[in-house]
């Protein structure tokens, strides 16, 4: 069992940054990929990036150029870098926790993102 706590989303305007943290409550290992999938209102969940142990990442292409995903092993918590910000990044961010062997995923509570003037 991994929990996931997600933190610092929040109110910004067009253009600004934020940045995401995700805590889980273990040590990700090799087995593990961590992500940031996000909710808009009326919408389908969507991937936003991923970043393996070994620190690949992967980004929706949405975001390619403006987020970026990072990870600190020490502390196992990844965050998401989130600049120039659209009106059309509003949503729900969760964070999620896979074992790729067994295929289980740990979800976080999500964090809210609100992108407006």
């Known amino acids: 069992q991994v929990q996931v706590v997600e933190s610092g989303g929040g109110l910004v305007q067009p253009g600004g940054s934020l940045r995401l943290s995700c805590a889980a409550s273990?040590?990700?290992?090799?087995?593990?990929?961590m992500g940031w999938h996000r909710q808009a209102p009326g919408k389908q969940r969507e991937l936003v990036a991923t970043?393996?142990?070994?620190?690949?990442?992967n980004y929706a292409d949405s975001v390619k150029g403006r987020f970026t995903m990072s990870m600190d092993n020490a502390r196992n918590t990844v965050y998401l870098q989130m600049n120039s910000l659209k009106v059309e990044d509003t949503a729900v961010y969760y964070c999620?926790?896979?074992?790729?062997?067994?295929?289980?995923?740990?979800w976080g509570q999500g964090t809210q993102v609100t992108v407006s003037s």
């Open positions: 970043i393996t142990s070994g620190g690949t990442t």
């Open positions: 999620n926790v896979r074992n790729i062997l067994n295929k289980t995923s740990y």
């Open positions: 273990r040590s990700i290992s090799s087995i593990y990929i």
